[in-house]
Nanobody
Framework: QLQLVESGGGLVQPGGSLRLSCAAS????????IGWFRQAPGKEREGVSC????????DYADSVKGRFTISRDNAKNTVYLQMNNIQPEDTALYYC?????????????????WGQGIQVTVSS
């Protein structure tokens, strides 16, 4: 059974950092591109970042470029999202998602498998 589980969220002050993890089980992670998405209350889900199956290609939403870094360790079946200089507008439920193949996309409809999501709240 293919499963994605996010961890590492929580409450952080503006300017702080968090590292989200997406642990995969039930499939070989290196066969899948992974995306991180987020959804704030009253807003549509948006693509934050994605990484190709072997990690050679990454993409970021303009709103997080220079602050967030995506990486993956296929040996550990885990993808990470390092979030630095976090701002209140980053408050959202964060999801990781998987799509078969190498292609990395920030479009949620391109993904087949989703985690349950984890909350990130930025507040002083």
């Amino acid at each position: 059974q293919l499963q994605l589980v996010e961890s590492g969220g929580g409450l952080v002050q503006p300017g702080g950092s968090l590292r989200l993890s997406c642990a995969a089980s039930g499939f070989t992670l290196e066969d899948y591109a992974i995306g991180w998405f987020r959804q704030a209350p009253g807003k549509e889900r948006e693509g934050v970042s994605c990484i190709s199956n072997l990690g050679g290609i990454t993409d970021y939403a303009d709103s997080v470029k220079g602050r967030f870094t995506i990486s993956r360790d296929n040996a550990k079946n885990t993808v990470y999202l390092q979030m630095n200089n976090i701002q209140p507008e980053d408050t959202a439920l964060y999801y990781c998602a998987a799509r078969s193949g190498w292609y990395c996309s920030l479009t949620s409809g391109q993904y087949d498998y989703w985690g349950q999501g984890i909350q990130v709240t930025v507040s002083s």
